[in-house]
Each structure stands twice: as structure tokens, then as C-alpha cells.
């Protein structure tokens, strides 16, 4: 008997074969939230945030130091009417939450009634703190506390926290500045921050490294030198820093309670830092996601730094995910 089989008939079988298996491994369960980091419009063709150099975290400048609390909130209320329109229901607020805790204070119910009439959740927040001030501890962990109590009530599951190293840094402080910090006290305040705020809430602290500490080398110690603190990685700010921000992300999978989804690609003009529109740098999204598939991941995958249609296009479009 024959048992050859001419070269089309085998290509074919081969790519059906292909097609099959890879339709399969598309469908995989998603057993995690995706969502939005919600920032106001922005104009079409804006190149991504935090592309623009020297203007600290998120490429936006100072600018947000001259803004009133309801300036603030108010853009942020803007962003969120953006998510809406796309069907975007969990929201995060990004840069810091005193304007959004402050400004509801006493009228938590308020902002709750923003939620609802988008028909959104408040994911969590991002918190920044001068954790390598020993002397700032207690206020840490309150301001660390209230956040957390803000979060709670309404519904959400998680803070991000940011580092700064010196005041006004915004995270945004290069190697440098971390690497004269003492990375005990460091450890020891934002464990601290992570520990009281879980006992009492249940709300989780994740550490959000960005440049400066991912290259300082503090991802690797904070991990391993801490015991509450949880891991809510910036892939496109750790990649920056020169660190495999997937492999860093499988590493630490165990602590992870959340990720914001951004991309980087190496700088090809002097002074630019890389940030890239998603699918358009180096990091292996798709790949990415497809581990956190296979682990039943449940946390949060949160969209950054692209604008709100682009991440929401790339996120929905090429990599599947559901909102």
C-alpha cells in the first residue's frame, strides 16, 4: 500500500492541524478582569503617555501639581465617561488617589453614585509613597489605610503602590536616586503599609515598580524581603528598566494581584523613553496573558499609558480579552 501523501495535501492537513489546536488555545477561560486605567480623551495621533522625556511618571508633566482636587477629579470623571463608552466596566484611577479620597470625603456615596450610572466598579487605586523615610512610616500606612477604606466601600480589590524617592518624584526618580535609599527601611515601611490595610479592609497592596526602582534592583528585594506586600507589576516601566518583565511577572505569579498592561519598544531618537502604543513594542503580551490563562489567574490586567481606545482596541481586538 501507498502511504505517501503529496506536498499541498500534507501542508494542509498540517495548517488545519495548526489552525485547530491554536482555535483551542484561544478559548482558553479568562478567568481575570480587564479593565482600564481611565485617563481623559486624548487628541488623535497623541503619541502614548510617558513617551515625552523628562516629565517624570506618566509623561504628563507637572502639571498636575497646579490642579485643584476637583481639576483632578474632574478629568478623571472624564475618563471614566470615555471607558463607558467603550463598555469598559472596571476603572482604576492612576497617579496617586488623595483628590478622589479627599475630595468625596464624608460623601463616599457620591462617587458610588458615579459608578452606577456608568455601570462601572473602581478596580483600586494607585498610592505613592516616600518609602525609604523611616521617620514617615506611621503617615504612610495611614494615608495607606484611608485609600484602602475608600477603596472598600466601593467594592473594589487592590492599591498599587508607587514609589517615590525624593518629594514630588511621582515615581518618576531615576536609579540613582533609589539606590541611595535604604532598601531595609523600604521593605519594612511598605510590608508595614501592605500588613495594616489588609487586617483591616482586606484590600490588597501591590508594589507597582517603575524605571528607576525596577533598575535599582528593587523588585527582586522587595519580593523577597517582604511578607504582606503584594505584586502589581508595570510591565512596560520594568522593561524600560532593562529587566524581562514577563519572565519577572511568571517569577512572581504568586504574589501578583494585578498588572497594568503597558509596551516598550527600545528608543530609536535621543531623549525618548520608549512607551509605545500596545502590540507595538517588545514585550510578549499575547504571551503574557496566555500564562496568566493557563494559571487561572484572577486578579486584574488594567490597560495604561495609550489612551483609553487604543488600549481598549488592542486588548479586546488582538489579544481577546473581555471587559
Known amino acids: 500500500m501507498d502511504h505517501s501523501i503529496d506536498r499541498r495535501t500534507f501542508l494542509s492537513a498540517t495548517a488545519a492541524a495548526t489552525l485547530t489546536a491554536g482555535n483551542a488555545w484561544a478559548q482558553t477561560k479568562q478567568t481575570f478582569f480587564a479593565g482600564l486605567v481611565a485617563a481623559p480623551p486624548r487628541p488623535p495621533g497623541a503619541p502614548p503617555l510617558g513617551q515625552a522625556p523628562g516629565q517624570g511618571r506618566g509623561g ?18 472624564r475618563g471614566m465617561d470615555d471607558c463607558a463608552r467603550l463598555g469598559v466596566h472596571y476603572i482604576e484611577k492612576s497617579n496617586g488617589p488623595d483628590p478622589l479620597v479627599e475630595f468625596y470625603k464624608g460623601r463616599e456615596a457620591d462617587y458610588h453614585a458615579e459608578l452606577e450610572k456608568r455601570n462601572q466598579k473602581l478596580a483600586g487605586l494607585a498610592n505613592n509613597c516616600h518609602a525609604g523615610r523611616a521617620e514617615l512610616r506611621q503617615t504612610m500606612v495611614d494615608q495607606n489605610l484611608r485609600t484602602a477604606r475608600f477603596v472598600k466601600a466601593m467594592g473594589g480589590k487592590y492599591i498599587a503602590l508607587v514609589l ?14 533609589f539606590r541611595k535609599l535604604d532598601f531595609k527601611v523600604i521593605a519594612a515601611n511598605v510590608d508595614e503599609m501592605a500588613r ?65 498592561m503597558r509596551d516598550f519598544a527600545p528608543p530609536k531618537e535621543p531623549g525618548a523613553r520608549g512607551i509605545v502604543q500596545l502590540g507595538q513594542g517588545i514585550i510578549d503580551l499575547a ?30 481586538g488582538k489579544l481577546g480579552l473581555k471587559f
Open 60 to 77: 504628563q508633566g507637572g502639571g498636575r501639581a497646579s490642579q485643584t482636587n476637583q481639576e483632578r477629579v474632574e478629568a478623571f470623571l
Open 164 to 177: 517615590d524617592p525624593t518629594e514630588g518624584s511621582d515615581g518618576s526618580g531615576n536609579e540613582a536616586a
Open 196 to 260: 495594616t490595610a489588609f487586617e483591616e479592609t482586606g484590600i490588597e497592596t501591590g508594589y507597582h515598580p517603575e524605571e528607576g526602582d525596577s533598575a535599582a534592583g528593587l523588585v527582586d528585594y522587595l519580593m523577597d524581603n517582604t511578607k504582606h506586600l503584594r505584586f502589581f507589576p508595570d510591565v512596560g516601566w520594568m522593561q524600560m528598566a532593562g529587566m524581562d518583565a514577563v519572565a519577572s511577572c511568571k517569577k512572581y505569579y504568586s504574589r501578583m494581584n494585578g498588572m497594568h
Open 287 to 316: 504571551g503574557l496573558m496566555d500564562f496568566l490563562k493557563q494559571q487561572k489567574f484572577t486578579g486584574f490586567v488594567m490597560g495604561e499609558g495609550s489612551g483609553n481606545q487604543s488600549n481598549y482596541d488592542y486588548m479586546s
